[in-house]
C-alpha cells in the first residue's frame, strides 16, 4: 500500500508501533529494548525506515554514557573481566550497565554462538544490567553491524556505561576505537613474543594495556609483560590528547586490579571532559560513522540495482574463469548504475 512521504509505516506482525519502542526504551524496559535492537538491526527495508524514526525521537537522551571498548587476544578472558568490571559498577558503585558483546559469524555458515551470557554468569542475574550479545555477521571491525545504534539505545534506556567486548584482536579488528571513549586492550603473559605477537596498530590507537590473568604463578610472567609492554609504549610519539597510555595488570578471576582500572577510566574521562576533546572526538566519530552509513546505503542501491542484476552473475562468471579482470568488471557494473541513475 503506497504511503505518504514521511508517514510512519503501519506496524507489521511482531512489530510494536513507534511510541511503543519509544516510551519502553526510555522507561527502561528491557523487554522493550532487546526488540528495540532487534528492529535496527533487521535489514527489512520498512524496518529500517522506523528504526530510522525511533534513533532521531531517541536522540536527545544519548550521549551521557561513558564507552569503554574491550579489545584482546583470544583467551584474554575479555568475557571474565567484563563481569568483573561490570559487578563492580552494580555493586560498588550503584550503576547500570550494558555490555554490547560482539561474537564471530562462521565463514561458512554465518552463524555464531553468541556465548557471552554463559561466560558472565554474575552479570547476566543483575537487574541493573543489560548484555547483548550479537554476531558480526562478517563485518570487519570487531564489531557487529549496528552496535553503534545498539549503544544509542541503551544510552536512551538509562545505562551510563556501555562496555563493547569485541571478537579480538587482528588486522581489522580496530572500528571499537571509533565508537569508544576509552579503548582498552587486554592480553595474558606467557602467550609467546609478548611484542611481536600484537599488531603495532592496535598499539598505537590504545589508552590503556591490561594484562590480565595476572595471579599465582603467573604474576611474575603478568609483571614482566607489563614491564615489556610498558617500555614499548615510550617509542610511540607522545599522543595530542595529553594522555599517555598506560600498562596495568589485573586478574578478572580474583578481581585484582578492576577497581584501578575503572579508576583510570574515569581520570582519563575528566581528562578528555576539561580539556574539551571529548566532545571533539565524539563529533568525528558521528563524523565516520555517517561516512560508513552512506557507503553501505550505495552498497545497498547497487546490490538492488536491476541492471546490475540482470548484468552481475555474468561479469562474476567471467572473473572467476579468467575472462576478465576484477578492475575491467567492476568498471561495468558502476557503469550500469550510474546510467540507471
Known sequence: MDRRPGETPAPRRGRLPLERYIEGVRSGDRVILARAITLIESDREDDVEVAARLLDALLPDTGKARRVGITGVPGAGKSTFTDALGMHLIQDRGEKVAVLSVDPASPVSGGSILGDKTRMERLCLEDNAFIRPSSSRGQLGGVAPRTRETMLLCEAAGYSNILIETVGVGQSETAVRSMSDFFLLMLIPGA???LQGTKRGIIEMVDAIAINKADGENKPRAERARVEYASALHLFPAPASGWAPRVVTCSAVTGEGVREIWSMILEHREHFEASGQLAELRSRQALRWMRELVILGLEG??????????????????????????????????SLFRKEK
Open 192 to 194: 609467546g613474543d609478548e
Open 301 to 334: 542501491e547497487l546490490r538492488r540495482d536491476r541492471a546490475v542484476a540482470l548484468k552481475l552473475p555474468e561479469l562474476e562468471e567471467n572473473v572467476r574463469l579468467g575472462r576478465a579482470t576484477p578492475f575491467a568488471a567492476s568498471r561495468e557494473v558502476l
